[in-house]
């Protein structure tokens, strides 16, 4: 293996448990130690009269987006195989692999993989008053659906899964940080930022992460960190790992 400017760094993952493992092994494959403490878990949402009847209504809908892999994970498995499905726009290159994996292309994947990349690539495409149906996390930001209620959607909310603090590993992390163990800290959600805050909302937190290096897959992320008073240094412009750990190696060349 080639020198490369993560060898022998220790990076914290700080994803769900599921999503974790393809993380720490694009780490190793670069030379840098990954240490897994899940911040977050999914778990289904409660399969209550809502879901049911907006999964028999499937054929009512003109649009249905995903805003994440999770949505999709979790949206799957409510479906009958080979139900026929409305047009398909996703939030994110992650996302419509995720869709790809149950054999469906999606129509629309925007440049940008935030919500407001998506509203730009539908704008000139949505007509007034098609129905869509929003798949998503009960912590998902409500900016898309508003800005697809504006250019004149009518917009469901399907909330497939629960994103909830998972605080299990709140020991290590302290043991973790108070060692000086840690070189950079990964956020790829802003609950994962807020989960973080939580664990060290008992303990003089600043000089604990004097030394680390703060790495944000993407905007809406960064916004969480500086806003819990985090200093970001690594924020990708396309927002992916692969670019994340990319720009984490710009940074310590």
């Known amino acids: 293996m080639k020198f490369h400017p993560l060898r022998g760094k220790t990076v914290l993952v700080t994803r ?12 190793r494959q670069v030379g840098a130690i990954p240490i897994e403490i899940p911040l977050i878990s999914f778990s289904a949402s409660e399969h209550n009269e809502q879901i049911g009847q907006c999964i028999r209504e499937l054929y009512r809908y003109d649009w249905l987006i995903f805003t994440s892999a999770n949505g999709v994970r979790f949206f799957f498995p409510l479906i009958k195989p080979g139900m026929k499905l409305p047009k398909v726009a996703v939030v994110g290159k992650k996302t419509a692999t995720a ?9 629309i994947v925007p440049d940008e993989f935030v919500a407001e990349g998506l509203v730009e690539a539908l704008k000139p495409i ?30 469901t909310d399907l909330v497939v899964y629960e994103t ?32 973080f805050m939580r664990m ?10 004097e030394q680390c290096v703060i790495a944000c897959i993407g905007p809406v992320t960064k916004q969480a960190a500086e806003k819990a008073g985090l200093r970001v240094h690594i924020c990708p412009e396309r927002y992916t790992i692969d670019d994340m750990i990319k720009e984490m190696g710009t940074y310590f060349s």
Do not use: C, Y
């Open 200 to 209: 060290l909302d008992e303990v003089d937190w600043v000089p604990l992460l």
């Open 99 to 107: 869709l790809e994996k149950h054999g469906i292309q999606p129509d």
């Open 16 to 27: 769900g448990k599921e999503q974790a493992q393809a993380f720490s092994d694009k780490l």
């Open 164 to 195: 909830k603090i998972n605080e299990s590993g709140k020991e290590q992390l302290i043991d973790l940080l108070q060692k000086r163990a840690i070189d950079v800290i990964t956020f790829t959600s802003s609950s994962t930022v807020q989960s």
């Open 126 to 155: 949505i007509q007034p008053n098609e129905r869509i149906l929003l798949v998503k996390g009960n912590l998902a930001r409500p900016t898309l659906k508003e800005a697809l209620i504006r250019i004149g959607a009518t917009v």
